[in-house]
């Protein structure tokens, strides 16, 4: 069964529990079923804290979505930022969630990343790949993230 007429099987509320930490702080342009794509190349970006864009950087545990880069707010106060392509099959559905003191999560297969990319999960039966994190420095409000 796939993931689309698995959650419909269980109806609007329970998807909507199962989905939610996963969609939290995505952008209107994020797609729920993910796409595949290929890593993003020379990250180099600068956000603007005090911007609307970077509001959910605000309170620990929120995110952005930014160049194919999630960029955290860790559960510490620390800025961190990683791929949004999973290092699994390159869905673009990487996203930070507050679970085991903050963690990069897929949803597309259940892929789960430490703060610094090293995996702690297998998925199908085989060990995943590093995620790539991203510098990030910060000079008052403006906050560069880059390779």
């Known amino acids: 069964m796939e993931r689309k007429q698995f959650l419909k099987s269980l109806g609007a509320g329970a998807a909507f529990a199962l989905t939610f930490p996963c969609l939290h702080g995505c952008s209107s342009d994020d ?11 020379e990250v180099d970006f600068t956000i603007d804290l005090n911007s609307s864009e970077a509001s959910s950087l605000s309170a620990n545990g929120g995110f952005i979505l930014k160049n ?3 960029i955290a707010r860790n ?3 620390d800025l961190i930022a990683a791929s949004q392509v999973c290092s699994h099959e390159a869905y673009d559905q990487v996203r930070f969630v507050s679970q085991d003191g903050g963690i990069f999560y ?5 892929s789960r990343f430490e703060q610094n990319g ?8 085989n060990p995943a790949k590093v ?17």
């Open 31 to 41: 797609s729920i079923d993910g796409t595949i794509v290929e890593e993003p190349s």
């Open 68 to 70: 194919l880069v999630v």
């Open 75 to 77: 559960l510490e106060g």
């Open 106 to 110: 897929c949803d597309v297969h259940g």
């Open 118 to 125: 090293t995996p702690l999960n297998q998925v199908d039966g």
């Open 131 to 147: 995620l790539k994190v991203y510098n990030t420095e910060l000079n008052g409000d403006m906050l560069r993230v880059f390779e």
